[in-house]
């Protein structure tokens, strides 16, 4: 079992820069694929980013390429999120989840097995 804890949410102008991180605990995250989505208020979640268990391969999706970067530090058992040039559009909740699906960096979240609580972020315009 895997806990994954995330931090680094808050509110910040338009313009802006965060960085979310995502704690595991309870077993190494060395050999799970990682991925980032997020959910904004009367909104599914979607997928922004991931990265393969070895750190590489990463996959973005349209609406954040080239202003997210996804990390991972597996001897610190933690992955990161840089968040750039942050509008309003991407405000939303967002959560760290971990998949034992590590063929490929896949989008759809019914391939994560383990999920966060999520963390808050506010873009104000």
């Known amino acids: 079992q895997v806990q994954l804890v995330e931090s680094g949410g808050g509110l910040v102008q338009a313009g802006g820069s965060l960085r979310l991180s995502c704690a595991a605990s309870g077993r190494t995250i060395s050999s799970y694929n990682m991925g980032w989505f997020r959910q904004a208020p009367g909104k599914e979640r979607e997928f922004v980013a991931a990265i393969s268990w070895s750190g590489g391969s990463t ?9 997210v970067t996804i990390s991972r530090d597996n001897a610190k058992n933690t992955v ?3 968040m750039n040039s942050l509008n309003p559009e991407d ?8 998949s034992t699906f ?5 989008t759809a979240s019914t ?3 383990y999920w966060g609580q999520g963390t808050q972020v506010t873009v104000s315009s």
């Open 59 to 67: 996959y973005y999706a349209d609406s954040v390429k080239g202003r």
């Open 80 to 82: 990161y999120l840089q």
């Open 91 to 98: 405000t939303a909740v967002y959560y760290c989840a971990a």
């Open 102 to 106: 590590v063929h490929s960096v896949e």
């Open 111 to 113: 391939l994560y097995d």
